[in-house]
């Protein structure tokens, strides 16, 4: 198995149905975040390669094409049995190279699982419309059809999860399909590719791919790639979004996110507590969902935040396949200096620190970075504009749910948003008057099942159909009318 192997060997990529070496391709680490060590190399490709994949692609995707939707779908329902049997070992892979916690890792397989489920009902979503005599003898119908070789760049906080996002149903509609994982996690993917191809994918319709900025750049530009799936931070996102659409591709790219949980003075505080520490030190921070601005209404804060700090402080962190182990670390040394750095912003600029997670480093040569907690927090301090993607909380007290609501819609990110509280007014007018795309009421995570849309606006979004849902179909097809008179 390419992906189990425990000695540190060099991955390949998998092209028109075949594991191949990346001859001349730089290679790079991956390291176990919990240790430090290095367990695998990652190759990246060049143009040239790049190039290649995507003419073997096209190739394989005027053959899937023909093949009618009912059979397509067969693949997913095999692929599916493989990833619900395997998912105790996919998840302790994730685990290996991202650092979540086992039950976490397993968490995010079983959403990646979900995606397969949805896209194993194509044969409906991906009916058109019809109508009769739309004028004297004339009928209608509208069809979708594919559009050609559709990419993928996938972040490193969901490499089972994200991924598929894009691919099952890319492929279930008759595209062929190129991914580009992120290069610190290509680990899970691998192990996932290989399944999909066990399940008996014809060669040539998914391809794997690894790389940097000169892969990608040429996904963004190769003629033959009609549109680009994107999941990472805002300025790369941005990017994406403006090089490949000025190359004629159709592109969905999500950004990055700054999320407000807002607590009413009614709400059910051991409830809510219990959803804001898994919103904000869940994944270790590392997603674009997490609860990172605690936003206390009028005389909330004082017992909210003792409960908060009482049950945070017992918070344990620790390597994630270790049983109990309630946070793992961050996924790699350069990425921990950031969070940190953050934290010494938050110091720098005024704001109170309840609890400093720069503690939890346990001298093990891993990541680790603990829950952090800073109060008195302005809107005008960076730890409440920006993205810093880790476990630290900015909480910011306001009077009154109006100022909570013009707190929140200030911001330039619109991904997710939550309010806890008892009455039901109080909600309905946040999740109406709020600026995001997704909004939670007494919940932490606002995630959207694979059925619905994952929806950021503003800055975290870019482009026009979001990720999953009905807008995938819309996104990985293209509509044609057909007109029809007989005489």
């Known amino acids: 198995m390419i992906a189990t192997d425990t000695t540190v060997r060099t991955l390949k990529f998998y092209v028109n149905g075949r594991w191949e070496d990346a001859e001349g391709s ?50 997913f329902y095999r692929y599916k049995t493989l990833l619900e049997k395997h998912v105790e070992e996919v998840a302790r892979i994730l685990s290996s190279e991202n650092g979540k916690t086992l039950d976490d890792a397993k968490a995010s397989v079983r959403r990646a699982i979900q995606m397969v489920e949805v896209a194993c009902g194509m044969p409906s979503l991906m009916m058109g419309e019809s109508l009769e005599n739309v004028s004297r003898g004339i009928d209608s119908v509208s069809i979708r059809q594919p559009l050609g070789v559709c990419a993928g760049i996938s972040p490193f906080n969901f490499p089972a999860m994200v991924p598929m996002w894009m691919y099952p149903f890319a492929i279930a509609c008759g595209n062929a399909f190129i991914l580009k994982p992120s290069e610190k996690v290509p680990l899970t993917p691998t192990r996932t590719a290989e399944l999909l191809h066990d399940a008996g994918l014809p060669e040539g319709v998914f391809n794997l791919i690894h790389g940097d900025k000169v892969a990608v750049d040429a996904l963004l530009e190769h003629p033959l790639v009609r549109a680009i799936s994107f999941v990472g931070s805002t300025p790369v996102a941005k990017y994406i979004y403006e090089t ?22 009614d709400a059910n505080l051991e409830k809510s507590v219990e959803a804001i520490m898994s919103s904000a030190f869940g994944a270790a921070g590392e997603r674009c969902l997490a609860g990172s601005v605690l936003v206390a209404v009028g005389d909330v804060a004082e017992p909210l935040l003792d409960l908060l700090l009482a ?51 346990n001298g093990s040569g891993g990541f680790f970075l603990g829950p952090t907690i800073f109060d008195y927090v302005t809107p005008q301090m960076s730890i409440a504009k920006e993205e810093i993607f880790g476990p630290v909380l900015s909480v910011i007290r306001v009077e009154n749910l109006d100022d909570a609501i013009g707190l929140v819609n200030s911001s330039r990110f619109g991904n997710t948003t939550s309010i806890f ?16 795309g997704m909004v939670g009421v007494n919940i932490g995570v606002a995630a959207p099942m694979a059925f619905f849309p994952f929806s950021g606006w503003k800055n975290s979004f870019f482009g026009d159909l979001h990720a999953h849902g009905k807008d995938a179909i819309a996104f990985y097809t293209e509509q044609k009318v057909v007109m029809t008179r007989w005489f």
């Open 26 to 75: 730089a290679v790079h680490p991956v390291t176990n975040p919990a240790t430090g060590e290095v367990i695998a190399r990652v190759p990246y490709a060049t143009a040239a390669q790049v190039d290649l994949v995507a003419r073997l692609a096209h190739a394989a995707f005027l053959n899937w094409r023909e093949v009618p939707v009912v059979d397509r779908v067969q693949v």
């Open 244 to 265: 490949a659409a000025k190359h004629g591709k159709r592109v969905q790219a999500l950004g990055g996110a700054k999320n407000h949980l807002v607590v009413m003075p």
């Open 311 to 361: 049950k945070t402080t017992a918070l344990r962190v620790g390597d994630g396949l270790e049983p109990g182990v309630e946070m793992g670390p961050l996924v790699t040394d350069d990425h921990h200096k950031k969070v940190c750095g953050y934290i010494e912003k938050g110091v720098a600029e005024g704001a109170k620190p309840l609890c400093d997670g720069r503690e939890a480093a």
């Open 421 to 436: 509280t008892s009455d039901g007014k109080a909600a309905r007018d946040y999740a109406s008057k709020i600026e995001c």
